[in-house]
């Protein structure tokens, strides 16, 4: 069973900066489309960025575009998502999970919680 | 992009069945085949249930299946069990965007 795991959630002050890091098998980072998503208490899953298997693309949510940036290391067999210029309405649990071609996520990782606050 | 409406609660005893709506528009539902589902416990992350609008992945009981009409589409839990009482949320592409729906509680009576 495949397994993605994600780190780097915490708190964080409003304005702050924060890498997330997501850890999957090197077959995944190497071939699959993969992407964010996130929830915030109480909410429904919300779709944060997605990015393609050789990163010569990504495409972002309109509530994160320009303060977020996804990318991969495939040395390291990680993606990261950089989150800049964060506010309360960041507070979420931030998953990553594999896009397969037919645009379904079908693998989740546990999550990381992130939580903007003074 | 407006999240996609799904009533907030649904019921059914066991051995009973519910169908849940997930609503859009042109620009998601109804343009485009890539509509999913997904089934959440609490606390757990959230699991693929049904993936172009009614193909199931390995391993998901055929209980599960999926349609769409139009700009809607919908979920069937049939032979409900108590393990299925969880939120389900519909999701669809957009064109380079996708949009969730608002979730839907299920209670096994």
């Known amino acids: 069973e495949v397994q993605l795991v994600e780190s780097g959630g915490g708190l964080v002050q409003p304005g702050g900066s924060l890498r997330l890091s997501c850890v999957a098998p090197?077959?995944?980072?190497?071939?699959?489309?993969m992407t964010w998503v996130r929830q915030s208490p109480g909410k429904g899953p919300e779709w944060v960025a997605s990015?393609?298997?050789?990163?010569?693309?990504?495409y972002y949510g309109d509530s994160v575009r320009g303060r977020f940036t996804v990318s991969r290391d495939y040395a390291r067999l990680s993606m990261y998502l950089q989150m800049n210029s964060l506010t309360a309405e960041d507070t979420a649990v931030y998953y990553c999970?594999?896009?397969?071609?037919?645009?379904?996520?079908?693998?989740w990782g546990r999550g990381t919680l992130v939580t903007v606050s003074s | 992009q407006s999240a996609l409406t799904q009533p907030p609660s649904a019921s059914g005893s066991p051995g009973q069945s519910v169908t849940i709506s997930c609503t859009g528009t042109i620009s998601d539902v109804g343009g485009y085949n890539y509509v999913s589902w997904y089934q959440q416990h609490p606390g757990k992350a959230p699991k693929l249930l049904i993936y172009e609008v009614i193909k199931r992945p390995s391993g998901v009981p055929d209980r599960f299946s999926g349609s769409k009409s139009g700009n809607t589409a919908s979920l069937t839990v049939s032979g409900l069990q108590a393990e299925d009482e969880a939120d389900y949320y519909c999701?669809?592409?957009?064109?380079?965007?996708?949009?969730f729906g608002t979730g839907t509680k299920v209670t096994v009576l």
């Open positions: 999701k669809s592409f957009a064109g380079i965007k996708f949009v």
């Open positions: 090197g077959f995944i980072i190497s071939n699959s489309w």
């Open positions: 990015m393609k298997p050789d990163g010569s693309l990504q």
């Open positions: 999970a594999t896009q397969d071609l037919m645009h379904a996520f079908d693998t």
